[in-house]
């Protein structure tokens, strides 16, 4: 018979061990916290509800997780699991892994429906989740409770999203690489370039959604202010500005004479689809002043566009400097460490346009391009969308690191379009 001391060093040496195991865990993936600290308060309650057959409180996101960018709201992208080693690492997690299995297996006992438990959009989610861990369990608890509550019917999108990978090599994506990068800076200004590229937090914005509406156009040729209203309706937590959204649900939208760089942010597919500079500025100006008729909406449009047209016929950085300031009156004889000390946030095509290309143009790589324009402290989501649309033209591409975290972020209609963009018009041209 053990003694009390043996007792007592055998429970120490077990708690220790379980919180080296634990300690390792959040090492190995430090975000899966986000679910810890969530469900410290709710869980239990959370599970109660399952057991009654009804669940009645908020918590779905962090309790039955699913794979990032199924949903669109904020709580999707924060507690979306993003990829199939996170989804092992969230089962063998000592604290959620647990209680996953206890709360699912809750469910499989009850007779009820899933939506009768959970309601019809929060039992497409327990689906998607089911799906996922089903795909990385070791027993076979989620596909019993896919076979009892979901007649055997695994969520497509899931499983399209973990093994169709889409051929990232062949996709434009400078300007949204450069929305999602600087999403998370807009608001908290950054003076540095020595900033993380991504969080939980990062996501797409306007500027990527307007960005894929003009690329749809291009591709399309139908008319582009339905194509503009159409996906700004269909998402439209994406951030607009107040005379945009309006304009967005007005039945018969009239351009707003505005300057601001909403015109610029979505230009990046133009500087790609024409063979001609003349050609280039010309739809430039068509795309600018369906809203942004001012001289400086058109002007900061078709600056940007020329900027990318330029950067991918192999024009030098100096040629491309030379041009935009002789045609458009832009000063790009700053350097970016002369603008970030009192450069302010600034919403303006005048304000943003030439500080985007003077970060492209005293850039070594894409990623520094990115960096720079992040670190001037503005506009980041929609300088950095600008700044990447040039940079990715000039240097033949996105980083794989990068496009690895941008496509995880994106709805699978926006990779599906920007895909076709490159294979119409990109592919061809370089």
Known sequence: MKSIKEIFDSFEKEEKTKNILLK?????????????????????????????????????WYIFPQLKGLGQSGNSYYY???????????????????????????????DKGAEEVFGGLDAMKVRSCMTLFDEVSEDDLFEKVLEKHYHGEKDELTIKRLYIKPQSDKI?????????????????????????????????TDDSVM??????????????????????????????????????????????????????????????????????LEAAKQS??????????????????????????????????????????????????????????DESCQGTVPESIIAFLESSDFESAIRLAVSLGGDADTMGAITGGIAEAFYGGVPEHIKKEVLKRLPNEFIKVMMNFYQKFVEKKI
């Open 172 to 204: 434009l994506l400078g300007a949204i690489a450069g929305d999602v990068i600087g999403s998370f800076y807009e608001f908290h200004a950054c003076k540095s370039t020595d900033f993380g590229l991504f969080y939980d937090a990062s996501r797409y």
């Open 288 to 345: 600018a002043e369906i809203t942004h008729n001012h001289p400086e909406g058109i002007k900061g449009a078709q600056a940007t566009a020329a900027s990318i047209f330029l950067a991918r016929t192999g024009k030098s950085k100096q040629e491309i400097k030379k041009y935009i300031e002789q045609i458009f009156g832009y000063n790009l004889s700053r350097t970016c460490d002369e603008i970030r000390p009192t450069y302010l946030f």
């Open 80 to 110: 979306g699991i993003d990829d199939i080693e996170e989804a092992k690492a969230y089962l063998k997690h000592p604290i959620l892994g647990k209680r996953l299995q206890e709360i699912t297996s809750a469910f499989l006992l009850l």
């Open 24 to 60: 390792e865990q959040e090492d190995l993936y430090p975000s899966l916290e986000r679910f810890v600290d969530a469900q410290e308060q709710i869980y239990e309650m959370a599970l109660e509800e399952v057991k009654n057959g009804k669940k009645l409180s908020h918590w779905i």
């Open 211 to 280: 960005t894929v509406a003009i690329a749809d156009w291009l591709l399309t040729g139908d008319s582009l202010l339905e194509i503009m209203q159409d996906y700004g309706n269909r998402y439209p937590a994406a951030g607009y500005g107040g005379m945009f959204y309006s304009w967005l649900k007005a039945r018969e939208p009239k351009p707003y004479n505005s300057w601001g760089n909403g015109s610029a942010m979505r230009i990046s597919p133009v500087g790609w689809a024409f063979n001609t500079l003349e050609e280039t």
